[in-house]
């Protein structure tokens, strides 16, 4: 499967999931990408230390931040950013996703949760450089689009188990 395929692929997972799926889709995606490991590479001098701190609190409190809350603490990292184009890609990463999260929270589009989803694939693809001709080539990716695919695929259409023969 190329990129383009994938990305068609997950669209079509975001647009055919339930609001309930998809609501669980983003919030374990949002959690994944905003987990500390990510921001451990951040230097020192890419953030103000209020910067720093709303990043920290929005990232740890992801779930249960209001969107209005979480609008505030974005201003505040976006006002703390003293890098121009240099940003660490594990805070870039995190604040895009708690950017998306934000307006999935305040407007329920779907096309929000597909950019986290979109985030989450390019976090794996920065760990494995996955090839453009054959992004499922490496595990990790596969495992990210089974990932997505699980917990975004209609109920109907999820392999389950098989059933016996019947007797009668």
């Known amino acids: ?14 647009v055919g999931a339930t609001d309930d799926d998809a609501r669980a889709f ?8 905003v987990r500390p490991a990510l921001l451990r590479g951040a230097a020192e001098d890419e953030l103000t230390d209020e910067a720093r ?20 603490k974005l201003a505040t990292i976006y006002d703390g950013i003293l890098v121009e184009d240099d940003l660490d890609t594990g805070v870039l990463t995190a604040v895009s996703a708690l950017a998306h999260w934000k307006s999935y929270l305040e407007q329920n589009r779907r096309g929000e949760l597909y950019q986290i989803a979109i985030r989450s694939i390019e976090d794996v693809d920065h ?14 990716m596969a495992a ?17 188990p098989r059933p016996g023969p019947r007797h009668g």
């Open 1 to 14: 499967m190329n990129y383009s395929e994938l990305e068609a692929d997950v669209l079509r997972l975001v």
């Open 127 to 140: 760990e494995v450089s996955a090839d453009l001709d054959d992004f499922l080539a490496t595990p990790e």
């Open 144 to 160: 990210e689009h089974d990932r997505i695919r699980r917990l975004l695929e209609p109920p109907g259409s999820r392999p389950g």
């Open 53 to 72: 701190a709303a990043l920290a609190t929005a990232c740890g409190n992801v779930l249960t931040i209001s969107a209005a809350e979480l609008r505030d």
């Open 26 to 33: 983003g919030e374990e995606t949002v959690t994944r990408l």
